[in-house]
T-cell receptor, first 118, second 114 residues
Framework: GAVVSQHPSWVICKSGTSVKIECRSL??????MFWYRQFPKQSLMLMAT?????????EQGVEKDKFLINHASLTLSTLTVTSAHPEDSSFYIC??????????????FGPGTRLLVL | AQKVTQAQTEISVVEKEDVTLDCVYE???????LFWYKQPPSGELVFLIR??????QNEISGRYSWNFQKSTSSFNFTITASQVVDSAVYFC???????????FGAGTRLTVKP
């Protein structure tokens, strides 16, 4: 149990295009999902916290107009990188917190999406 | 503010050696969670352990063991009789008790040579 999937796993796009990444909790409901970014050989940095049915909360320094987050259902959150540029190339990882465990539920991480912007 | 420090950037050992990965954390919260994750070259995070701040008991799981010392704000991870498959980047992480605001350390890259 407790599987989180991400799609796509790999994406290459041209500069200026938008890219949508999906994060799904496959066997549990997740009121809260989180989006992280990891640059090569660096740690994971929290970008935003996404709550189902409400606006995402972004970490300081993360542009909310550039990284659009939609958490429309209890099993799906999407991250759209708008007008992507080469500096947005990174490994994007989502996590989902099992709602049945309340606020004490563990975050389960997805496999990540590698984005390369040419 | 919450902070996790993994001072060891890279460690290289020979198979069958024991290795300890250090983790020191800072938090003003009295209740919090500590984690260890393994990240192999594929990139997918593998959950290893979660420990809450009230439970200072050390834990052993097979070749893995964890030493939580609240007095020194440390949560160290030891691999006994290391194997080549243990080669990965290991992250220590800290979250508040609401399981929000998870902060990761910089990671320690472990290489186990045959």
């Amino acid at each position: 149990g407790a599987v989180v999937s991400q799609h796509p796993s790999w994406v290459i796009c041209k500069s200026g295009t938008s890219v949508k990444i999906e994060c799904r909790s496959l066997d549990f409901q997740a009121t809260t999902m989180f989006w992280y970014r990891q640059f090569p050989k660096q740690s994971l940095m929290l970008m935003a916290t996404s709550n189902e049915g409400s606006k995402a909360t972004y970490e300081q320094g993360v542009e909310k107009d550039k990284f659009l987050i939609n958490h429309a259902s209890l099993t799906l959150s999407t991250l759209t990188v708008t007008s992507a540029h080469p500096e947005d190339s990174s490994f994007y990882i989502c996590s989902a917190r099992d709602s049945s465990s309340g606020i004490f539920g563990t975050q389960y991480f997805g496999p990540g999406t590698r984005l390369l912007v040419l | 503010a919450q902070k996790v420090t993994q001072a060891q950037t890279e460690i290289s050992v020979v198979e069958k050696e024991d290795v300890t990965l250090d983790c020191v954390y800072e938090t003003r919260d009295t209740t919090y969670y500590l984690f260890w994750y393994k990240q192999p070259p594929s990139g997918e995070l593998v959950f290893l352990i979660r420990r809450n701040s009230f439970d200072e008991q050390n834990e052993i799981s097979g070749r893995y063991s964890w030493n939580f010392q609240k007095s020194t704000s440390s949560f160290n991870f030891t691999i006994t009789a290391s194997q080549v498959v243990d080669s990965a980047v290991y992250f220590c992480a800290l979250s508040d008790y609401n399981n929000n605001d998870m902060r990761f350390g910089a990671g320690t890259r472990l290489t186990v040579k045959p």
